[in-house]
Nanobody
């Protein structure tokens, strides 16, 4: 059973930084594409960044240049380094993993950016 557990969210002032982590278990981690999504109140969940098994990265335009997605296959962990945070980055952040055509989600971690 694949399980994803996010951590690292919190309250930060605008311009600050946070690093989110997503620990995976029960998966063939290194072979799977993974991603970070976020959902603000009243809005649809949106892609923030993704990374393939080979390390190819993709970013939403709103975070490009500020956020960095990375993975440590030895630790079965996905990261999202977030710099120069803005109030509009406030949302619940979720990681996901695609394995055998099934998309798994974590429970989410809240990021709140104050102005």
């Amino acid at each position: 059973q694949v399980q994803l557990v996010e951590s690292g969210g919190g309250l930060v002032q605008a311009g600050g930084s946070l690093r989110l982590s997503c620990a995976a278990s029960g998966s063939t981690f290194s072979r799977n594409a993974m991603g970070w999504y976020r959902q603000a109140p009243g809005k649809q969940r949106e892609l923030v960044a993704s990374i393939t098994s080979s390390g190819t990265r993709n970013y939403a335009g709103s975070v490009k240049g500020r956020f960095t997605i990375s993975r440590d296959n030895a630790k079965n962990t996905l990261y999202l380094e977030m710099n120069n945070l803005k109030p509009e980055d406030t949302a619940a952040y979720y990681c996901n993993l695609l394995q055998d055509n099934i998309l798994y989600w974590g429970q989410g971690t809240q990021v709140t950016v104050s102005s």
